[in-house]
C-alpha cells in the first residue's frame, strides 16, 4: 500500500505571497491532519479534516487554512507568507476513529522557506 | 489540557550500548502514548504506543517503552542500539485531547 505522499517537497516564497500544500492519504484512511514542525516550536498541530470537514483545529492563525476533497486528499493554504512561517509542514492520515487516539502515518513533509 | 516534556534533546551513545529517552507527560485525564521515530528527511513514523492493558510494550526492533501512570512518565529503551538507530525519537500524547507531541530527542549512535 503507497504510503501519505506530500508535494511539493520543497518551496521558497517571499513574504506575503500565498502557498498550497498538498497532501494524499494512504488509501483507505479518511482523516488528514496537518502539522508544523520548527526547530524552535517543534511539532505542532494545525487542523484536521474528515469526510471534507475541518474536524478539529489547532491555535494557528486565519491566514492558515485548509479543505479536503471527496477522494480525501487534502490541501493546505497559508496566505501572506511570514518569515516565522518557514518550516518542514506534515501531513498525517489515519483511519479516523479517532484522532485522539489513532496511529498517525505521516508523510515526508513539505519543506516552506520564506524570504 | 496536555503536556510531554522530553527532558533530553540530545542522546549520544556508542554502539551496542542500552540506551532510555525520556518522556514525561501531564494530563488531567486518561491517556493514550505513542513514540515516533524520524530519519533525516523523512516524515514520522509509528514506534510503539500504549492504549490499554500491559503497561510495557514494545516494538518489532527491539525498543521498548513502559507506561508508569503514577511518574507519570512513557520512557523508551533499547538494550543494544545499532548504528541505524540513529534518529529523532518523539514522545506524543493522546486519549481525550489533540495529539501533543514533545520537542524530540535526538539519538546519536557512534560506532
Known amino acids: 500500500k503507497a504510503g501519505v505522499t506530500q508535494t511539493p517537497r520543497y518551496l521558497i516564497k517571499t513574504r506575503g505571497q500565498q502557498v498550497t500544500l498538498s497532501c494524499s492519504p494512504i488509501?483507505?484512511?479518511?482523516?488528514v491532519s496537518w502539522y508544523q514542525q520548527t526547530p524552535g516550536q517543534g511539532l505542532q498541530f494545525l487542523f484536521e479534516y474528515f469526510s471534507e470537514t475541518q474536524r478539529n483545529k489547532g491555535n494557528f492563525p486565519g491566514r492558515f487554512s485548509g479543505r479536503q476533497f471527496s477522494n480525501s486528499r487534502s490541501e493546505m493554504n497559508v496566505s501572506t507568507l511570514e518569515l516565522g512561517d518557514s518550516a518542514l509542514y506534515l501531513c498525517?492520515?489515519?483511519?479516523?476513529?479517532?484522532?485522539?487516539?489513532?496511529?498517525?502515518?505521516f508523510g515526508p513533509g513539505t519543506r516552506l522557506t520564506v524570504l | 489540557a496536555q503536556s510531554v516534556t522530553q527532558l533530553d534533546s540530545q542522546v549520544p551513545v556508542f554502539e551496542e550500548a542500552p540506551v532510555e529517552l525520556r518522556c514525561n507527560y501531564s494530563s488531567s485525564v486518561s491517556v493514550y502514548l505513542f513514540w515516533y521515530v524520524q530519519y533525516p528527511n523523512q516524515g514520522l513514523q509509528l514506534l510503539l504506543k500504549?492504549?490499554?492493558?500491559?503497561?510495557l510494550v514494545e516494538s518489532i526492533n527491539g525498543f521498548e517503552a513502559e507506561f508508569n501512570k503514577s511518574q507519570t512518565s512513557f520512557h523508551l529503551r533499547k538494550p543494544s542500539v545499532h548504528i541505524s538507530d540513529t534518529a529523532e525519537y518523539f514522545c506524543a500524547v493522546g486519549g481525550s485531547y489533540i495529539p501533543t507531541f514533545g520537542r524530540g530527542t535526538s539519538l546519536i549512535v557512534h560506532p
Open positions: 500504549y492504549l490499554s492493558g500491559s503497561t
Open positions: 488509501s483507505g484512511h479518511r482523516s
Open positions: 498525517a492520515s489515519s483511519l479516523a476513529t479517532s484522532l485522539f487516539t489513532d496511529t498517525q502515518y
